[in-house]
């Protein structure tokens, strides 16, 4: 069975640009999480798809980060426009079909100059 | 959600027993002690969890005492290849739940030849 995967791995963009972010989750698992670590902090949740429904969105930070998970499968994290403080390493994560563990993906590391 | 407090490293030597220690000490009743391990450039691995006394899997054993306020995550002879971040998670996000996760600094573990 393939894991979460997350694509791009690496993305270095310009302030001001915009950004989307890739992630298939394992087949199957109707919650998909996003997370992100910024340089230094702590990994803070951003937000909680339940099949292609926003169950929690709370840990967005701004209007600048749209997500989507049409279809319920894959879901994008656009970031327009990027700003300086949103570089970082974005994590998504899956739940199996029995909630009993969240699996993650390798994570994308965005880097805006 | 409980706070949890955990040395920021460790250093340990090839086949030794390694025991990281969490703080929690506002732990709800209905919280669960979970562990994560993650490795530079991927995301966390789900690595154990309880809710009293002693869990033990392949990986690792959690000893939690009586009064859950905190817990101690051990590794048994530990390789190099255990080099890692530990996280300690508290929460109610027990298996059957699909509640989000919270991070906190997590222990540096370095395994040394």
């Known amino acids: 069975e393939a894991g979460v995967t997350q694509f791009p791995s690496h993305s270095v963009i310009e302030k001001g640009q915009t950004v989307t972010l890739r992630c298939d989750p394992i087949?199957?698992?109707?919650?998909l999480y996003w997370y992100r670590r910024v340089m230094g902090k702590e990994i803070k949740f951003l937000l909680h798809?339940?099949?292609?429904?926003?169950?929690?969105e709370s840990g967005m930070p701004n209007n600048r980060f749209l997500a989507e998970r049409t279809g319920g499968t894959y879901s994008t994290l656009k970031v327009q426009p990027a700003e300086l403080e949103d570089s970082g390493v974005y994590f998504c994560?899956?739940?199996?079909?029995?909630?009993?563990?969240?699996?993650f993906g390798q994570g994308t590391r965005l880097t805006v100059v | 959600l409980a706070k949890t407090t955990q040395p920021i490293s460790m250093d340990s030597y090839e086949g030794q027993e390694v025991n990281i220690t969490c703080s929690h000490n506002?732990?709800?009743?209905?919280?669960?002690i979970t562990w994560y391990q993650q490795f530079p450039s991927q995301g966390p691995r789900f690595i154990i969890q309880?809710?009293?006394t002693k869990v033990t899997n392949e990986v690792a054993s959690l000893f939690i005492p009586a009064d859950r306020k905190s817990s101690t995550l051990s590794l048994p002879r530990v390789s190099l290849s255990d080099t890692a971040v530990y996280y300690c998670?508290?929460?109610?996000?027990?298996?059957?739940?699909?509640?989000?996760?919270?991070f906190g600094s997590g222990t540096q573990l370095t395994v040394l030849p």
């Open positions: 087949s199957g698992h109707d919650n």
């Open positions: 506002n732990i709800a009743t209905n919280d669960y």
């Open positions: 994560a899956s739940l199996d079909r029995m909630n009993t563990e969240a699996f």
């Open positions: 998670l508290v929460g109610d996000d027990a298996r059957g739940s699909a509640r989000q996760l919270t």
């Open positions: 309880g809710y009293k």
């Open positions: 798809f339940v099949k292609e429904s926003k169950q929690d």
